[in-house]
């Protein structure tokens, strides 16, 4: 007895015959998508995407499909309509960069053929070429560590929760001590772990105090873990790691340093001094879907020691029975807390191949020397306000003579407007318009174009 046909498989498979057609189809709609969204940014406000993404979407799950082709071309033209888009130089709100384009071509070849990094047999290239790229990577934080290696996350907030994690199966219920410009995972990380409530030390100049430091590790008992950082979400500052090292020694206290922003300036000869005292560090959180121009999610956290990863071992016989790991399967399991994982480190080796440590440090100096160049315009301006020089790509500014109510409205105008993307950040008790130039590719008139926008939204 024969089993009747089917209907066709609309979406084809994953082979190149099938890919080719379609891609022509995702081009064009990111072309068309771009082209009626105008700008940086889609104008209108939530209440404008939120109806054209309905009249695309709706209904969800028809009954009768519309087909591969017409899928794609409606959602993704919607998509790139309703995007803010990072590789318009007036998208400047946060560590949101526009992805290097051999890494999507990359990405692309990784969700084509769809390894999945919970066993060797699922993944026999891949698995490696992960184990390869992370120890390369390892070693540029840990240039002197015993046995330097790396894993690979979904970016900052997985990479502090781990270190947190490592520290707490090493010594115990740590008690973290963070400052007050701390990412906000370090908080959650430690809620999440049954961790006491972080002791967070006061950052009056943007970075953690010494003076303060000192006490706290002076008066709090028991295992102590410091989290540092290196490049703030607001200001881009960067603690005094070889001191705060010095400090983690006297005291037996263990450092972990969040360097998910700052990190990359590893590779580049004229910031790395920047990142003094990092290899001193037991962890380090790094994101190159930041200073690195990669899609989400290209997250690691470093240690000096591959030997620290051991607490994450953990054994599942359909996975990595001990007769297979005895007989030279890899056992990949204990590289995350996560069981499947996409192959995310491909389109970071491409990156690293293709650029290269030259290439990779000309495009973190030409994002550098752009904030410092859009700081000077705004120094020069006699109408505009710098909160300070830059340490990374983020520059604080506000309109001279405004309240913090009326510069929160010129940002929200400017969504509204879809003219421009620029984020905003508290300090010194004061609200400011945050611009974070990561498009290495930003020239000058973009940066004026960025400050007229501002001036012309400023109330007189």
Not at 112 to 127: G, K, T, V
Not at 217 to 233: D, K, Q, R, Y
Not at 243 to 255: N, S, V
Not at 326 to 350: N, Y
Request: proline share 8%; aromatic share 2%; charged share 20%.
């Amino acid at each position: 007895m024969s089993t009747p046909p089917g209907p066709p498989l609309a979406g084809g498979t994953t082979g190149p015959d099938a890919l080719g057609p379609l891609l022509a189809v995702v081009l064009d709609a990111l072309r068309a998508g771009a082209a009626a969204r105008g700008g940086p940014f889609p104008q209108g406000g939530p209440g404008a995407v939120a109806a054209r993404v309905r009249e695309a979407a709706e209904p969800v799950l028809p009954d009768l499909g519309t087909g591969a082709e017409a899928a794609l071309r409606t959602l993704v033209h919607t998509l790139a309509h309703g995007a803010a888009d990072p590789a318009d130089p007036l998208c400047a709100a946060h560590l949101h960069t526009p992805p290097l384009a051999l890494a999507v071509a990359a990405d692309l070849a990784a969700s084509a053929l769809n390894p999945s990094l919970d066993s060797w047999d699922q993944a026999p290239a891949a698995s490696e070429l992960e184990a390869a790229v992370c120890r390369a990577l390892a070693a540029e934080v840990y240039p002197h560590g015993p046995d330097p290696d790396a894993l690979v996350t979904t970016g900052g907030t997985e990479s502090n929760q781990l270190g947190l994690l490592l520290a707490r199966e090493r010594h115990g219920a740590v008690q973290v001590i963070c400052g007050a410009a701390a990412h906000h995972s370090v908080h959650r990380a430690a809620w999440l772990l049954g961790l006491p409530e972080p002791v967070t030390v006061p950052t009056p100049s943007g970075v953690l105090d010494l003076v303060a430091l000192d006490e706290a590790l002076t008066e709090v008992t028991g295992p102590l873990l410091v989290a540092a950082t290196a490049g703030t979400t607001d200001t881009g500052r960067i603690d005094p790691l070889p001191e705060i090292a010095d400090l983690c020694d006297r005291h037996g206290a263990e450092l972990h340093v969040d360097a998910a922003y700052g990190g990359p300036l590893v590779f580049s000869e004229e910031h790395r001094g920047k990142l003094a005292g990092l290899q001193r560090a037991h962890s380090v959180t790094l994101d190159l879907h930041k200073l690195g121009w990669q899609p989400v999610a290209a997250g690691l956290l470093a240690v000096p020691d591959r030997a620290r990863l051991a607490p994450l071992a953990v054994s599942a016989d359909y996975l990595n029975a001990d007769d297979d790991t005895e007989a030279g399967l890899p056992d990949l399991l204990g590289r995350s807390l996560r069981t499947t994982r996409r192959p995310d480190i491909l389109k970071v080796a491409v990156t690293l191949r293709a650029l290269g440590r030259t290439g990779l440090a000309a495009l973190i100096d030409r994002s550098c020397a752009a904030a410092h160049q859009f700081a000077g315009l705004i120094e020069q301006h006699p109408r505009l306000e710098l909160y300070e020089r830059p340490t990374l790509p983020t520059v604080l500014f506000r309109p001279a003579a405004v309240t913090d109510e009326q510069t929160a409205a010129i940002r929200r105008t400017l969504l509204a407007e879809g003219r421009a993307v620029l984020g905003r950040a508290r300090a010194e008790g004061r609200l400011w318009l945050k611009a974070t130039l990561l498009n290495p590719h930003a020239t000058l008139g973009d940066l004026e174009a960025l400050i007229e926008l501002v001036e012309g939204s400023t109330p007189r």
